[in-house]
């Protein structure tokens, strides 16, 4: 039973192409999130949803583009994809926080690294 | 602005032997703290998480780690390491608008 899942796994592809990564979580859920992770394994946030609504854009460039069809799913999709793109992207999911209490534990799924060539 | 710092990028410990990583916070109010632990290829899992009461808190793994508001640390310790302990450890604090902020995360190795 994977709590929060990704595809694909590993991603190679060309600068220029564009391409999409999938997150899944069944943990019934409100909020979730994509973390980009760089090769020093810094973890920065990119963006979160809350019930299908944007919460957090940290300052991505518009190529990036998420999208949430239901709160179970957050994908990301990234146009003309640039060498610098290349990282390992997390996506993770916690209970709704809005209105204040204690900050949950997110759950990551383990990650899609994306490579641009 | 809220962060974290961990001020240790790797460290190294015998099997058996007693860990501790450190971890350094700012934020203006009570903070939240978490460790995750990233291993080898994986997502990142907690260990433990404080929000409030006994500044002393338990976590998977053995690992445990106390909160110290007069030195803003956060610190994480396991009495004995185990091989499989080998792994990216990442602090983090709870921020404003559901962030969390990471610290750059310590790479802990382990001598047989």
């Known amino acids: 039973d994977t709590a929060v899942s990704q595809t694909p796994k590993y991603l190679v592809t060309q600068m220029g192409n564009d391409k999409s990564i999938k997150c899944e979580q069944n943990?019934?859920?409100?909020?979730m999130y994509w973390y980009k992770q760089d090769s020093k394994k810094f973890l920065k946030i990119m963006f979160s949803y809350n019930n299908k609504e944007l919460i957090i854009n940290e300052t991505v460039p518009n190529r990036f583009s998420p999208k949430s069809p239901d709160k179970a799913h957050l994908n990301l999709h990234i146009n003309s994809l640039e060498l610098g793109d290349s990282a390992v992207y997390f996506c993770?999911?916690?209970?709704?926080?809005?209105?204040?209490?204690?900050?949950?534990?997110?759950?990551f799924g383990p990650g899609t690294r994306l490579t641009v060539l | 602005a809220q962060s974290v710092t961990q001020p240790d990028i790797h460290i190294t410990v015998s099997e058996g032997a007693s860990l501790e990583l450190r971890c350094n916070y700012s934020y203006g109010a009570t903070p939240y703290l978490f460790w995750y632990v990233q291993s080898p290829g994986q997502g990142l899992q907690l260990l433990l998480k404080?929000?409030?009461?006994?500044?002393l808190v338990q976590g998977i793994k053995g690992f445990e780690a106390e909160f110290k508001r007069s030195q803003s640390s956060f610190n994480l310790r396991k009495p004995s390491v185990h091989w499989s302990d080998a792994a990216e450890y990442f602090c983090a604090v709870g921020a404003q608008d559901d962030k969390i902020i990471f610290g750059k995360g310590t790479r802990l190795h382990i001598l047989p």
């Open positions: 943990l019934g859920h409100d909020t």
């Open positions: 993770a999911s916690s209970p709704t926080l809005l209105g204040g209490g204690p900050y949950n534990e997110q759950f």
């Open positions: 404080y929000f409030s009461g006994d500044t």
